[in-house]
């Protein structure tokens, strides 16, 4: 079946780096986009970035220029490096995967990500 697993998060200061990993298995990883995703404490989880299947990327406008999303096919791996963090990056992110193969472009509700990962702790302090 598939699965995602998160590694990688932890206690940093601002100005910090911490790099995420998500390993996945169960399905034909290449073919499908993925994305990472973060909550914090009280609020809706939110989209952090997106990597399509041919290496296209999109971030949300709070982590553009710090944060860096790619992929490893041949790993079956996704990667978020983190720099410049700050004390409002602290959430728990997961890496997440759509219902459908191929092509993601625009807007996606959350209900169409149909797997996540169990989530990995970020903490930035001031």
């Known amino acids: 079946q598939v699965q995602l697993v998160e590694s990688g998060g932890g206690s940093v200061q601002a100005g910090g780096s911490l790099r995420l990993s998500c390993a996945a298995s169960g399905y034909t990883y290449s073919i499908y986009c993925m994305d990472w995703f973060r909550q914090a404490p009280g609020k809706e989880r939110e989209g952090v970035a997106r990597?399509?299947?041919?290496?296209?990327?999109t971030y949300a406008a709070s982590v553009v220029g710090r944060f860096t999303i790619s992929r490893d096919n041949a790993k079956n791996t996704l990667a978020l490096q983190m720099n410049s963090l700050k004390p409002e990056d602290t959430a728990i992110y997961y890496c997440?995967?759509?219902?459908?193969?191929?092509?993601?472009?625009?807007?996606?509700?959350?209900?169409?990500?149909?797997?996540w990962g169990q989530g990995t702790q970020v903490t930035v302090s001031s």
């Open positions: 990597i399509s299947t041919d290496g296209r990327t």
């Open positions: 997440a995967r759509i219902r459908w193969s191929g092509s993601c472009t625009g807007a996606i509700e959350k209900g169409d990500y149909l797997y």
